[in-house]
T-cell receptor, first 113, second 110 residues
Framework: NAGVTQTPKFQVLKTGQSMTLQCAQD?????MYWYRQDPGMGLRLIYY???????DKGEVPNGYNVSRLNKREFSLRLESAAPSQTSVYFC????????????FGQGTRLTVV | DAKTTQPPSMDCAEGRAANLPCNHS???????VYWYRQIHSQGPQYIIH???NNETNEMASLIITEDRKSSTLILPHATLRDTAVYYC???????????FGKGTKLTVNP
């Protein structure tokens, strides 16, 4: 049982390049999330999807877009990467509203030069 | 969601109990207290949560004061593998969001 799988694990981009971070969960969860974590900081919510077909902004959505492709997959796109987006990105999932536990992936370490 | 305050760091001897405090003085009646931990930059891991009663599971115990303004996470017999950043989070029961602060860096020493 893989849980939450993120790809890639590491990525280096040049300023202005675009890329999509992939996330998939195999727990049949309704809700999925994207967080970023900067050095020495807690996680900050970028976007979330409460259910298939819906997405909502979190604390720091600027510069990102998301797609809830189906119930399993939730992708995060950087259209024009900036050095300020250098961070570790975590995807998470939970059963849904009021669920008690969120499960996190192992993270994608992104560097924008 | 209510704000939480945690000490930035704590130390604990291996085999002893680790008691991690959290203040959440503005918590409202329908907000839960959650604890997560993050080991070595891995993805955070759920530990425990509670509303007003004390809770215990195989990982830890959660003690919530009667006025609910603070709580303590207890790891009864800390091991070196418990070295991590511990996050106390207050979350409205119907909310989708977990809002993380900076947490407490717990170091378990041999």
């Amino acid at each position: 049982n893989a849980g939450v799988t993120q790809t890639p694990k590491f990525q280096v981009l040049k300023t202005g390049q675009s890329m999509t971070l992939q996330c998939a969960q195999d727990m049949n969860h309704n809700s999925m999330y994207w967080y970023r974590q900067d050095p020495g900081m807690g996680l900050r919510l970028i976007y979330y999807s409460a259910s298939e077909g819906t997405t909502d902004k979190g604390e720091v959505p600027n510069g990102y877009n998301v797609s809830r492709l189906n119930k399993r997959e939730f992708s995060l796109r950087l259209e024009s990467a900036a050095p300020s987006q250098t961070s570790v990105y975590f995807c998470a999932s939970s059963e849904g509203i009021g669920s008690t536990e969120a499960f996190f992936g192992q993270g994608t370490r992104l560097t924008v030069v | 969601d209510a704000k939480t305050t945690q000490p930035p760091s704590m130390d604990c001897a291996e085999g002893r109990a680790a008691n991690l405090p959290c203040n959440h003085s503005t918590i409202s009646g329908n907000e839960y207290v959650y604890w997560y931990r993050q080991i070595h930059s891995q993805g955070p891991q759920y530990i425990i949560h509670g509303l007003k009663n004390n809770e215990t599971n195989e990982m830890a115990s959660l003690i919530i004061t009667e006025d609910r303004k603070s709580s303590t996470l207890i790891l009864p017999h800390a091991t070196l593998r418990d070295t991590a950043v511990y996050y106390c989070i207050v979350r409205f029961g119907g909310s989708e969001k977990l809002v993380f602060g900076k947490g407490t860096k717990l170091t378990v020493n041999p």
